[in-house]
């Protein structure tokens, strides 16, 4: 996984951290991780980064040899304040700092992996990393978000072009094809380069495009939501964790590794920042994605003549 | 099923059409009326109601002594216009005319259904339907609309009290309890006396509260919605005609009758009117459950250890 790792002040409208563990792939890497798979993170750190947060990873046995540490560099920074729906937010602040001049570098006994999660960065960064992964049949899932829709068009098209799935929400759906119905943007999306298109919907669920076929799942409703921060990343993490587990992916392997991802973005939301995520546990998991089973399947036998 | 007969004049972003065929009852009945069920329709109409519309009903089977027809009367009328995403709308006209006096009256040889749906009225119009029934296991499922839960909420806790199940959208299942967080309006809906509660939420699909487990289902994909007007009874109708082919009515059985309801209501909104309700066959019901089948169901076996 290729990604941020950052520190996150986040308000909420009922409690505020000044400084936690964040950024996309510390949360991409923990969700991943508790598929047991050999992996690696790609990022970059300032000298401020704490050895506890690094251990945090480490001790979950998550390869950091790809995490660049810039002496006297500071670690990005981004804070926000989310609004009444728990579903909206403002940025209130963002510093790049060592993002600025991050040119990521696979670890060589990783550039043959097998599934790769570009997250959310400058496209040409995001580039970068593809263009160093050596495995001819690998599966790239991409990340994205609307500033770079809009002021980074063609490099993005770029990456997008090379990537096997791609993961955006319905804003950004809409934003990157002009189509307002979800079904046409992931038609356009699809013409682009991926095979396959996940369109998230936040509270609403999200929507698998692929082989010309749809998917289509629901949130898992949680009573309080505290903190929305990383679900997305988790949701990217949990699915490409799965992903590692199965001989070949195709869309039926994949709408169980959606529900999977939206299972973790789940635990993620219930806690502040990577807590509820790094909690999560084989027993937790299979409860909930027995809660989700139950939420989402019933009975119906086609060959059955009803009417 | 009672509820009512109209004319509806309708206008969407893309079309018009002055005065055709609506009414809560006829959708519920088109729809219910596909499981081959023998069903009385209880409703009122002015000698304005045109001989070929009381034909589709009466050629499909279904049982028309219930309907009174007021002489010099006529039939309730509503105009309506959507809005550009097709999920809102302005009511431009009401005028209810026959239904103003409506007292219905249950045919002796119906008093006695397994299974009764009692459509957006009056509360004490639903009440007097209700009161004439007589099968002490019967299942009653109940529609209403924010304008009673606002002005005539003391009747309407009445008839609540009584029903089985009652299908509300998520705007309406807020005004009656107060609670922003759906699962919460449930549980206070569920101490009304409900044993089960249906919210529908549009675009995005539907769930099922019930012995204190959830079901969620999303609608169902349309290219292009052509006029929603209809979808929440068709559902009803739907659901209710799945529910006399069950034994035993239970949170199961109710998830797969859910699942034809959002069938039914994705017809619906697929032509103006009753036109596409109407033509459902067997084929292309069969051919869109299986569909939906699987565009929500996946692969998962909890006995699987996958960490």
Redesign the interface.
Known sequence: MVGTMAYDAIETPHAKVDRILGGAATYIALAAN???VDCSLVSVVGDDFLTPDLERLTSQGIDLSGVETVQGGKTFFWSGRYHDDMNTRTTLDTQLNVLENFSPVVPENYTDSKVVVIGNLHPAVQLSAIEQLTAEDNFILLDSMNFWMEHFREDLDKVIAKVDLISINDEEARILTGEH???KAAKQIHAMGPKYIIIK?GE??A?LFGEG??????AF?I?QVVDPTGAGDSFAGGLAG?LT?IEKIDF?SL??A??YGTVFASFTVEKFGVEAIQAV??NT??ER??SF????????N?NN???
């Not at 089973?293 to 119906?300: I, V």
């Open positions: 508790k598929f047991n119905s979800l079904v919907k609403h669920g929507l076929k749809t998917f289509s799942v629901p409703p009573d799965r587990q039926d709408k169980t959606l529900v546990d084989k998991l299979n994605m027995r089973y139950e939420l989402t399947q019933f009975n119906w086609p003549d009803i009417l």
